[in-house]
């Protein structure tokens, strides 16, 4: 980080001696595990601040995932409740199938956000533990996060959730070594899970540079 933005994001931090207080507590070993450095605290704590968390709130709420910042939505949720006037969020259908939640401002109902068992296969979401373990829970934050995301988007301030950060990524990723048909193919709506989770293996193929993929293997592992 270099000093000008190491002193613009320490100028965001309110109360004097917070900036001491991250050092001290990092030192010591008491922040959260994704936090590695000094600089990588102060600077969370700085989008924190814009974001309307006190610091030490933004540095269990923001969560660095390949070089952005990520927030979960239950810590959206939290801040909706605490800066939106008249904040709106009823749950209507949470099944291991199916979400719905509906959300809104000023006391009025204004987006039903919903999110499926089938949408999560296609995103790829369904290969993870955590939403094999636990999937009314991870359809019911999925379905909250997208409706946050249109209902209060000034709480957000660009930042994605984890699970869209993790999907941008991968985007970028196949952009990268893909043909461009192959990667309109594989992402297209309704062309499945199985397509992309193909192409993701051959990506972490490619991370051995022995075996680096040439463009006609995506043409090949997608036609399996």
């Known amino acids: 980080m270099t000093n000008a933005l190491q002193t613009k994001d320490e100028s965001a931090l309110s109360g004097p001696g917070m900036v001491d207080q991250l050092r001290a507590a990092f030192q010591a070993g008491i922040l959260p595990p994704h936090v590695k450095t000094v600089e990588q605290a102060i600077a969370i704590a700085g989008k924190g601040r814009e974001m309307g968390f006190e610091p030490y709130q933004a540095l269990e709420a923001i969560v660095p995932i390949q070089g952005r910042y990520t927030v979960g939505p239950e810590a959206l949720l939290s801040l909706a409740y605490r800066r939106v006037p008249g904040f709106v969020c009823r749950v209507v259908e949470s099944t291991a199938e199916k979400c719905a939640v509906d959300l809104g401002r000023?006391?009025?109902?204004?987006?039903?956000?919903?999110?499926?068992?089938?949408?999560?296969?296609?995103?790829?979401?369904?290969?993870?533990?955590?939403?094999?373990?636990?999937?009314?829970?991870?359809?019911?934050?999925?379905?909250?996060?997208?409706?946050?995301?249109?209902?209060?988007?000034?709480?957000?301030?660009?930042?994605?959730?984890?699970?869209?950060?993790?999907?941008?990524?991968?985007?970028?990723?196949?952009?990268?070594?893909?043909?461009?048909?192959?990667?309109?193919?594989?992402?297209?709506?309704?062309?499945?899970?199985?397509?992309?989770?193909?192409?993701l293996g051959l990506l972490a193929d490619s991370a051995d540079a022995e075996h680096r993929p040439r463009p006609a293997d995506f043409q090949d592992r997608l036609a399996r």
């Open 106 to 199: 000023n006391g009025v109902v204004s987006f039903r956000s919903t999110y499926t068992m089938e949408d999560a296969k296609k995103a790829g979401l369904w290969e993870k533990d955590n939403w094999r373990k636990n999937p009314v829970a991870m359809l019911r934050w999925r379905a909250m996060g997208a409706g946050l995301k249109i209902v209060c988007p000034d709480l957000r301030c660009g930042v994605p959730t984890a699970d869209e950060a993790e999907e941008m990524d991968a985007r970028d990723r196949l952009a990268s070594v893909a043909k461009a048909g192959s990667l309109d193919d594989a992402l297209a709506p309704g062309s499945g899970a199985g397509r992309l989770q193909r192409l």
